[in-house]
């Protein structure tokens, strides 16, 4: 048996001493097992912890006797009798199943908590039956969709866990995004030094106008003649005025580096933001709304800008104001001072406590704007639809929900904002109170003089302006937080598929296609392809057939590696395309879509989006090839004619020759038509259709297809249902099977009346 620290703690679990000797008893000896671990449901659908126990040559399940099991060996099977295994999903939970004499026999079951290890075992068991050797390491105890610090379960493989975000990491790092702009902070920095020690002139001069010019003789001063006061006055003022000018071009030196910093680093998050968005995969957007992702895009990236602003014209400006102020408050007067001091240890109290009942609302408030955005982004993606079934009031009542939900958020946070601001107010207002109780005394009892007093008061209002902001900068704070840390959660998003460092090149691609036993779902428990195989060789021509859900779009998805295979592998030229270069897979493989997605700018902005270095000559044979060029010449401005958002402005047979001509122009060697003509007209179909008999000469073809007729001149053609290919071969071919292709071509050729070849041909037979 292995070592407690080298064993897999979920595969290799140690069984209970009462089980493991009843099994002895048995003639079963667990310590020659290779895998030992459990499940929390037994076969009858009861919480019961039950045992898997594979062995070199049997599979077994073992759990304390009852009254429904004498013995506690429930299931043995034999290797050799093993055909295959597999994990089925059901409703809260699944069984392990494993096919002997051609039956599938339940093995055990599990919970939804534990289909993930299930995978996992049904992966390692799939290997074992077949001979082949199996690893069990400490790296299966890893589950991807649980926080690795509190095993708190995750929406999705990947995700942050909010619950563990360290939030001084997310400050941190907000201060290394500032690190290529650290000089123009210090010049910041010296600018603020400068502002703050020129607004504690005007105080000093203030005491010396009060003690030398209006009240000498309170002061105990020597009283000048008229005229030198009058001209001391004068001075005094003009000196005034100099500080204040001063002061006003320091604020705004030091407003436009602000600014500069400010838009540079929002800039810079911005640009590596949508980095990280071409970089996801498109599983990150099947679970996101496009107005979420517009959201954190637009607000949060905004908020950073903000904290520029805040952290030098605000906190640190005002922790440097507070600082400052109090050492003049005590060279005044150190006791006055001390009573000033008073309510700050209440103030700073409340302002934490404050500031942890206000963060976890932020939350709300942000969450409630993403779902507002996303509710709007897809009401105006979809507004055709809305008008064309008049559901005006329908969806007025759904965004207003999501402005509901968001008016209830925001008015917590405000709420307990209107509260704390006015009572900071009050305890900052008995400061002042106790200064002119004390403060009064100590004129009167000549302590002070009166131009003392004037410059505390003056002293003292700059003391506590920045202590009422600081209180409000709470606020601030926890939106800055959230917002960057919506923001870093994006930018920590791994994708999920990702190219490896030492990734392969595809030399000179030929276009071979192979598929291992595939399995593929994406729902991890629901698999949409199951154990799929076959292989394509260079330049034939495949059509894929079948019911909707079958599984034929999820083959390209994989195919072009948009998604990974859950089990198997898929293979471009013998290399499995997780070990090669994402862009030259997609190099590679050339896909034309059902509905063509074509960008607002001019038709030969949307010819060239693949290859900008495509000649004039490259980009009007490719044209013609695809039967485009006739109609886009008819426009006025040709090639240059503008058209709007997802190719508005152009019929659906005209964007897909447009979508045909950019695919031939990237020049692919496997070229992937997904419903290319189920949208058109007969007529667009056969200017299509005659288009891709020119596109797909000399490629690797993948057609899908519902109409059958534009599969006539495949070399094989796969029927998929429920995931699995169930017929494979020619047109005549597999309408002399009379299977489910046969029953699919003679249901088009009862629902048309247009002459077609398959009408002609599901004649032949009879």
């Not at 976890?360 to 942000?366: D, G, S």
């Amino acid at each position: 048996m292995m070592s407690a620290s080298a064993r897999s703690q979920l595969l290799q679990q140690q069984l209970p001493q009462e089980l493991d000797a009843l099994l002895r008893r048995e003639g079963v000896d667990v310590s020659s097992a290779w895998m030992v671990t459990s499940t929390d449901l037994n076969l009858s659908g009861n919480y019961e912890k039950v045992f898997l126990i594979a062995q070199a040559d049997c599979l077994l399940t073992a759990g304390k006797p009852d009254a429904h099991h004498p013995t506690a060996t429930r299931i043995k099977l034999e290797r050799g009798a093993i055909k295959e295994v597999r994990a089925r999903q059901g409703i809260g939970g699944g069984f392990l199943e494993a096919q002997v004499n051609g039956v599938y026999v339940e093995v055990l079951a599990y919970s939804n908590a534990r289909a993930d290890d299930f995978h996992k075992v049904t992966a390692k068991l799939k290997r074992w039956f077949k001979g082949e050797p199996v690893e069990v390491t400490p790296e299966d105890d890893l589950d991807p969709r649980k926080c690795s610090k509190c095993g708190m379960t995750l929406e999705f493989k990947g995700e942050i866990c909010r619950r563990c975000v360290n939030r001084g990491a997310v400050l941190s790092r907000v201060m290394e995004l500032m690190r290529p702009y650290r000089g123009w902070a210090v010049a910041m920095f010296v600018v603020l030094l400068v502002v703050t020690g020129l607004q504690m002139i005007p105080p000093r001069l203030t005491k010396v106008l009060v003690d030398r010019v209006i009240a000498p003789e309170q002061a105990s001063a020597p009283v000048l003649p008229e005229s030198q006061r009058l001209a001391l006055l004068g001075y005094l003022v003009l000196a005034l005025f100099g500080v204040l000018l001063l002061k006003t071009l320091g604020d705004m030196i030091n407003g436009r580096i602000n600014s500069y910093v400010g838009t540079r680093v929002t800039y810079d998050l911005r640009n590596r933001l949508f980095q990280r968005f071409t970089q996801l995969s498109v599983d990150y957007y099947d679970r996101h709304s496009v107005g979420n992702l517009v959201s954190r895009m637009g607000n949060d990236t905004n908020a950073l800008r903000d904290f520029v602003r805040q952290a030098t014209q605000g906190f640190l400006a005002q922790i440097l104001m507070v600082v400052v102020t109090g050492a003049m408050l005590f060279s005044i007067s150190w006791k006055l001072a001390l009573w000033t001091l008073l309510p700050t240890p209440l103030v700073i109290a409340a302002s934490i406590f404050y500031w942890r009942r206000l963060y976890p609302r932020y939350f709300k408030v942000w969450d409630a704007w993403s779902r507002m955005m996303g509710s709007f982004g897809s009401i105006l993606s979809g507004i055709r639809v809305v008008k064309a079934f008049s559901q005006e009031g329908r969806e007025n009542d759904r965004f207003a929900h999501s402005t509901e939900y968001l008016r209830d958020s925001g008015r917590r946070v405000e709420y307990a904002t209107s509260i704390f601001n006015p009572m900071m107010g009050l305890i900052f207002s008995l400061g002042g109170l106790i200064v002119w109780l004390v403060g009064g005394r100590d004129v009167v009892d000549k302590h002070l003089t009166l131009g003392d007093l004037m410059a505390f008061f003056a002293y003292l209002a700059m003391f506590y302006a920045p202590l009422t902001y600081m209180t409000q900068l709470t606020d601030w704070f926890t939106q800055f937080l959230t917002a960057a840390q919506r923001t870093f959660e994006i930018l920590d998003t791994p994708p999920q598929v990702d190219e490896k460092p030492n990734a392969l090149s595809l030399v000179d691609p030929k276009g071979e296609v192979t598929l291992e036993n595939v399995t593929f779902g994406y729902n991890r428990h629901e698999p949409v392809l199951k154990n799929i195989s076959f292989k394509i060789k260079p330049g034939e021509r495949i059509g894929i057939v079948g019911k909707s859900g079958s599984g034929k779009t999820t083959i390209t998805n994989l195919l072009a590696r948009l998604y990974d295979v859950d089990e198997g592998r898929v293979l471009l030229d013998g290399k499995d395309v997780r070990d090669l270069r994402t862009s030259e897979v997609h190099r590679c493989v050339g896909i034309v879509l059902q509905e063509p997605f074509l960008f607002r700018g001019t038709i030969y902005e949307n010819l060239v989006y693949g290859r900008n270095d495509a000649s004039p000559e490259q980009v009007l044979a490719a044209a013609k090839a695809a039967n485009a060029h006739d109609f886009i010449i008819r426009h006025p401005l040709g090639y240059d004619t503008y058209i709007g958002e997802r190719g508005a402005g152009l019929s659906g047979g005209e964007k897909q020759r447009v979508s045909i001509a950019r695919a031939l122009l990237y020049n692919p060697k496997i070229l992937v038509l997904d419903e290319a003509t189920s949208s058109v007209d007969t007529e667009s179909e056969q200017l299509i259709q005659e288009a891709l008999l020119r596109v797909t000469a000399g490629r690797t073809t993948i057609a899908i297809a519902h109409r059958l007729s534009t599969l006539k001149n495949s070399d094989r053609i796969f029927v998929m249902e429920e995931g699995k290919i169930v017929e494979e071969g020619s047109h005549e071919q597999l309408l002399a099977l009379g299977g489910l292709y046969h029953r699919l071509v003679k249901i088009q050729t009862e629902l048309t009346r247009e002459p077609s070849v398959d009408a002609l041909n599901a004649q032949k037979p009879k």
